[in-house]
């Protein structure tokens, strides 16, 4: 829904079944085996700059969102493993067509019922080129459901 505020942060959480850890290390070290839990929705993640999980470095994403094949170059803003969180700014891609900023962090916690498992939280902040441009919603929802393939790739029997 188009709004006249430019500025915005989306959150939400998922419940998966994997380890803080494990489901860290796959974004934040291992991006480029992304595609094997959701080729439907990535395609491939390759390292353009720098080292996977060192911040600084630049990745480039290939996906498809909302029907069309999309491609995100990032860098890795920040990577705290004791706190199983990472930050991720779009610097080119589709997504600069519409936003003058966006970034994304994941952040992940143990759940707290002693079930096992985590809370993956996600924080989308950025600010839109113009009024008329939707806030991300959609772009929200990809992530989620991108987690919720990993999840079940990190847990799946052998």
Not at 100 to 122: E, M, N, R
Request: a negative charge; glycine letters at 6%; aromatic letters at 6%.
């Amino acid at each position: 829904m188009a709004s006249s505020t430019l500025t915005g942060k989306l959150e939400a959480d998922v419940e998966i079944k994997a380890s803080p850890e494990q489901f860290l290390d796959m974004w934040a070290n291992k991006p480029h085996h992304v595609h094997h839990a959701c080729a439907d929705k990535v395609q491939g993640c390759d390292l353009h700059e720098g080292e996977l999980g060192k911040v600084g470095s630049v990745i480039i994403w290939r996906y498809v969102h909302d029907g069309k094949a999309k491609v995100s170059k990032q860098v890795i803003e920040a990577i705290d493993p004791d706190k199983n969180s990472a930050t991720f700014r779009e610097i080119e891609g589709d997504l600069m067509k519409e936003f003058k900023t966006i970034s994304a962090t994941l952040q992940v916690s143990p759940k707290s019922d002693g079930t096992g498992g985590s809370v993956v939280h996600w924080t989308l902040e950025y600010e839109k080129l113009h009024p008329g441009i939707d806030h991300p919603e959609t772009l929200l929802q990809l992530v989620q459901d991108i987690s919720k393939d990993i999840d079940a790739h990190l847990t799946r029997p052998n």
